[in-house]
């Protein structure tokens, strides 16, 4: 079992900028993608961002050049900087990894956005 804590989510004016951690325990020997999900009220669960075990990130649309994934292995921990933030990014923020072909979720973290 892979456990996951997330961090930093928070109340931020539009243009602002957060950033979120989230650490894995446990069984993480395996793990060779972690990433971010949100999913917004009334709506369906969207990739955000994902990293690999060589650094290699994929984004949604919606967040290039503004948002930032990157990971520490040595901690085990993935961040997620989001810059310049939209009322479009008020969401739960979940953190997500892939380990021997098992997803793991986050209790996730909530983001709002004001205008």
């Known amino acids: 079992q892979v456990q996951l804590v997330e961090s930093g989510g928070g109340l931020v004016q539009a243009g602002g900028s957060l950033r979120l951690s989230c650490t894995a325990s446990g069984s993480i020997f395996g793990i060779v993608i972690m990433g971010w999900y949100r999913q917004a009220p009334g709506k369906q669960r969207d990739l955000v961002a994902t990293?690999?075990?060589?650094?290699?990130?994929r984004y949604a649309d919606a967040v290039k050049g503004r948002f930032t994934i990157s990971r520490d292995n040595a901690k085990n921990t993935v961040y997620l900087q989001m810059s310049s933030l939209k009322p479009d990014d008020t969401a739960i923020y979940l953190c997500n990894v892939l380990r021997l072909g098992q997803f793991y979720w986050g209790q996730g973290t909530q983001v709002t956005v004001s205008s």
């Open positions: 990293i690999d075990n060589s650094g290699t990130t």
